[in-house]
């Protein structure tokens, strides 16, 4: 089975981390720093921010590529990606407040980890019970 759900998800948080990226970039350019963040507190803030989507986001997109691909039910899969989807926007948005706004980046990270954790067990569970 070809996914065809979660591909839409991955080109909407593709699109976010362009968005997170070019903040980089305009910080960067902004500060004149081409390596490194100087000592620009907003560019380490902007750099953390893309780097810790783009630390997150692949695996969990590979884990509900496999959940889609393993024929769960379409609204167990959008449910999972939404969450992931909001969880990333609201972490990056929390973490790019100064001062930082934990409410936002807490519960971005709660509903990140949720949806690995979710996806693994799912595809744990359907490598122990198939069918």
């Given at each position: 089975?070809?996914?065809?759900?979660?591909?839409?998800?991955?080109?909407i948080?593709a699109?976010?981390?362009?968005?997170?990226s070019?903040r980089?970039?305009r910080?960067?350019?902004r500060?004149?720093?081409?390596?490194g963040?100087?000592?620009?507190?907003?560019?380490l803030?902007?750099?953390?921010?893309?780097?810790?989507?783009?630390?997150?986001?692949?695996?969990?997109?590979?884990?509900?590529?496999?959940?889609?691909?393993?024929?769960f039910?379409?609204?167990l899969?959008?449910?999972?990606?939404?969450?992931?989807?909001?969880?990333?926007?609201?972490?990056?948005?929390?973490?790019?407040?100064?001062?930082?706004?934990?409410?936002f980046?807490?519960?971005?990270?709660?509903?990140t980890?949720?949806?690995?954790?979710?996806?693994a067990v799912?595809?744990?569970?359907?490598?122990?019970?198939?069918g």
């Open positions: 089975m070809t996914p065809v759900i979660v591909p839409v998800y991955a080109a948080l699109l976010v981390f362009v968005a997170l070019l980089v970039i910080c960067r350019r500060d004149q720093i081409a390596v963040h100087g000592d620009s507190a907003e560019l803030r902007a750099a953390r921010v893309q780097g810790n989507f783009a630390e997150y986001v692949p695996l969990a997109l590979l884990l509900l590529a496999w959940v889609e691909t393993r024929g039910p379409g609204y899969v959008n449910g999972l990606c939404l969450v992931l989807l909001a969880g990333r926007v609201a972490h990056a948005f929390g973490m790019s407040q100064n001062p930082e706004d934990f409410r980046r807490v519960g971005g990270m709660v509903a980890f949720f949806v690995l954790s979710g996806a799912l595809l744990i569970g359907a490598a122990v019970y198939p």
